[in-house]
C-alpha cells in the first residue's frame, strides 16, 4: 500500500449527490463543506451533481464528464450527500 504525502492537504471534496428539485441535501452539503473548509489539513470543493451535464437518452454511455472524473481521480476520499445520508469513502 503507497504511503500518503503527510506535507500536503488531504483533498475530500463534499459532493451533492441528488439532482432533485426541493432536495434537503443541499443545506447539509454546504454545512459539511463549511465545517470542512475550517480545517487547514483538508483541501476541499463542493460538487452539485445538478450542474454536471448528464445526458439521459444514450445508456449511459455519455456519464464521464472530464472534469468531474479528474476531481475524483484527484480525490484522497469523497463526502457524498444523498437522501438524507452522509457517507465517506476513501478512495483506494
Known sequence: MATQDITRPVFLPVII?????????????????GEVSKR???DTEL????K????????????????????????DGLILLFRNTITVFQVC
Open 17 to 33: 449527490g441528488t439532482p432533485r428539485q426541493g432536495r434537503l441535501t443541499e443545506p447539509a452539503a454546504n454545512f459539511v463543506f
Open 47 to 50: 460538487i452539485d451533481i445538478r
Open 52 to 75: 454536471i451535464p448528464i445526458r439521459m437518452d444514450d445508456a449511459g454511455e455519455a456519464l464521464k464528464d472530464s472534469e468531474f472524473s479528474a476531481t475524483v481521480a484527484r480525490a
Open 40 to 42: 487547514s489539513d483538508i
